[in-house]
């Protein structure tokens, strides 16, 4: 298996009869009045198990889906103007000077085009070069967008891998997620790499464990049976939207800062939970246990804190929180720690199983206990999600909302090609019969996945 961080994307020619690529050129025709020169093709991702650990700097288990985002762009050599449009009239076209512009985020949901220019932002940042090329962009994804299988970061990816090969800058695949991973940033939420990582570092047919400082992928295979299914729960939650996710890392970095000071370390050097095991040199078992004795099971306040970590208020704000958290005043530590020192646990032993030809029954308990600890002690589900999770587990499927949450998807694993069909058929029966019709197509909605490449380029 090749080592897939230090190698560049793969270019290839541009492929024949592919009925996505021909309508994304035939629009961009359209559009521009002549031909891309490349397309650009970074993946969604489900993540199978190790949610909210990657900001904490704890390994997770994503592969790459057949769903991806589709870019067709043409450099423009004469001019610095950065044209945006997709082919979805939902998304507005867009344009500015490539070397000149600024990311400000609102109220709500961020614009499509600001995703896309936190790609290109990025790629400035990394290089040397004064001057960028500008661009002809069009658009096309198929990721279903707000539910958990990353398409924000395909997207941002996209941006990234689109900018620099227009400019010629030969990255490699790690340095191109890193970037990616720093830049979506700029949209507000502040994700840990996960879905970057397997944006670029994702190999067919098999799961990648992703860790971190340095980058690395090593190849998982998943059991030769096990089908994995994605279903939607059709609530959708945006991530940039709200702070629910950055409230998270806050309870995280701050949970981990008042361990580090209770054994008298330097407590603003240790905002990751895996760089504090790391310093105390204990197993994951025994920081759960510290976490549990350390932390208080009570909501913390803002003068709990302060007062522990021995700081002025305006030192926190500065420490910990950003411009969407600013307001917080209540931060459930116990609860975040111990969910994030499990749930890497069962990361652990999850690639264990898989290694030694564990068995899906195995699995599956890990995928429940994963929902579970998601729903109750991390508070980042939803009624539609658990709902799916239960008809899942009546069925005798473990299951588990992958992403983020707060609305999206959940990943279910069945144990054969014929169980995950008879699983999607009870899922039609028992959860989405009651939804309206216009909702009902299903090829997108809940559908078998095996794990698919990374990102790609395809050149005339
Ligand atoms: P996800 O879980 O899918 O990553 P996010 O809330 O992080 O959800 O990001 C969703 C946002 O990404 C959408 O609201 C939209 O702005 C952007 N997006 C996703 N897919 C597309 C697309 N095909 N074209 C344009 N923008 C998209
Ligand atoms: P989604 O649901 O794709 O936005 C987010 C983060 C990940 C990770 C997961 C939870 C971003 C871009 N992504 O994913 O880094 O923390 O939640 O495991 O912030
Ligand atoms: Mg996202």
Redesign the pocket.
């Known amino acids: 298996m090749e080592n897939s961080t230090d190698i560049s994307v793969k270019v290839s020619t541009l492929p024949r009869g592919v009925k996505r690529l021909d309508e994304l050129r035939k629009y961009f025709i359209e559009e521009y009045g002549l031909e891309p020169e490349y397309f650009v093709k970074v993946p969604g991702?489900v993540?199978i198990i190790?949610?909210?650990?990657?900001?904490c700097g704890y390994p997770?288990l994503p592969m790459a889906l057949e769903q991806n985002i589709l870019v067709a762009v043409s450099v423009d050599k004469y001019t610095t103007k950065l044209q945006l449009a997709n082919v979805n009239p939902k998304y507005k076209s867009f344009e500015c000077d490539v070397n000149s512009f600024e990311i400000v985020i609102g109220e709500g949901s961020p614009e499509w085009y600001k995703y896309f220019l936190c790609g290109v932002k990025g790629v400035i940042e990394h290089s040397s070069s004064a001057e960028f090329q500008g661009m002809k962009v069009l658009v096309s994804g198929n990721i279903p967008p707000a539910?958990?299988?990353?398409?924000?970061?395909a997207l941002?990816s996209a941006a990234t891998l689109t900018t620099s090969y227009a400019n010629k800058l030969s990255l490699n695949k790690q340095r191109l997620a890193e970037i990616s991973?720093k830049s979506?940033?700029y949209?507000g939420?502040?994700?840990?790499?996960?879905?970057?990582a397997i944006a670029f570092l994702a190999q067919e047919g098999c799961a990648q464990f992703i860790d971190w400082n340095p980058l690395t992928a090593t190849p998982i295979t998943l059991p030769e049976n096990a089908v994995f299914v994605i279903a939607n729960s059709l609530s959708q939650?945006n991530?940039a939207a709200t702070n629910d996710?950055n409230q998270r890392?806050v309870e995280c970095r701050v949970g981990c800062s008042i361990i580090a000071k209770s054994q008298g370390l330097l407590w603003k050097k240790f905002i990751k939970f895996a760089t504090l095991q790391k310093e105390l040199d204990i197993s994951l078992d025994q920081l759960h246990d510290l976490a549990n004795n350390i932390l208080k099971k009570d909501n913390y306040t803002l003068s709990d804190i302060v007062s522990i970590l021995q700081i002025e208020d305006n030192e926190f704000q500065e420490t910990f929180l950003s411009s969407n958290t600013k307001d917080m005043q209540a931060f459930n530590l116990r609860n975040r720690a111990l969910h994030v020192l499990q749930e890497s646990i069962r990361v652990q032993k999850f690639c264990d199983l898989c290694r030694s030809s564990g068995s899906i029954a195995d699995l599956s308990v890990l995928m429940r206990q994963s929902h579970l600890s998601l729903n109750v002690q991390y508070e980042?589900s939803h009624p539609k999600l658990n709902e799916l999770v239960g008809i899942s587990d009546k069925f005798g499927v473990g299951a588990r909302l992958?992403?983020?949450?707060w609305g999206?998807c959940i990943v279910a694993l069945c144990e054969s090609k014929e169980h995950s069909q008879k699983f999607i058929q009870e899922l039609k029966e028992k959860y989405y019969k009651k939804l309206p019709e216009s909702e009902l197509n299903f090829e997108n909605v809940v559908f078998a996945t095996s794990p698919q490449s990374g990102a790609e380029i395809f050149a005339n």
């Open positions: 991702r993540n190790g949610e909210h650990v990657d900001y997770v539910s958990g299988l990353s398409s924000s970061s941002v991973a979506e940033w949209i939420t502040q994700g840990g790499g996960m879905d970057q939650a991530k996710f890392v980042c992958t992403g983020a949450g999206g």
